[in-house]
């Protein structure tokens, strides 16, 4: 016999599924949320961009498709090492302790919806 889904079923059921869709749109669409995007812009873009790819990372032209094998790997050691602080090196400005948590959560958020 099949049950009556209750109030509380029902909200987390309409929960997950706007934040699937939100992050659907991030997975698969070029654009990063707000706090992934600044942070690149603000520390990482200098020497991680089309021209000058220190390490081989040209964050400018990664693929924001997280299903993508290769590109989830990629997110995956981004997100480690700015989670390390390996990343922005010392000797570079870090980001305030806000907008790192945000930019992990950010990332997360996208490799988890995957």
Known sequence: MIQPL??????S????SVLIGAF???LSAA???P???DLISDRCADCHDAETKKGGLDLEGLSRD????KTFSQWVKIHDRVASGEMPPKK???PEAGAREAFLAGVSAGLTAV
């Open 92 to 94: 570079k400005p870090q």
């Open 31 to 33: 654009e990063l949320p």
């Open 6 to 11: 209750s109030m509380r079923s029902l909200e």
């Open 66 to 69: 997280w299903r993508d094998g």
């Open 24 to 26: 659907s749109s991030v």
């Open 35 to 37: 706090t992934v995007r």
């Open 13 to 16: 059921a309409l929960v997950a």
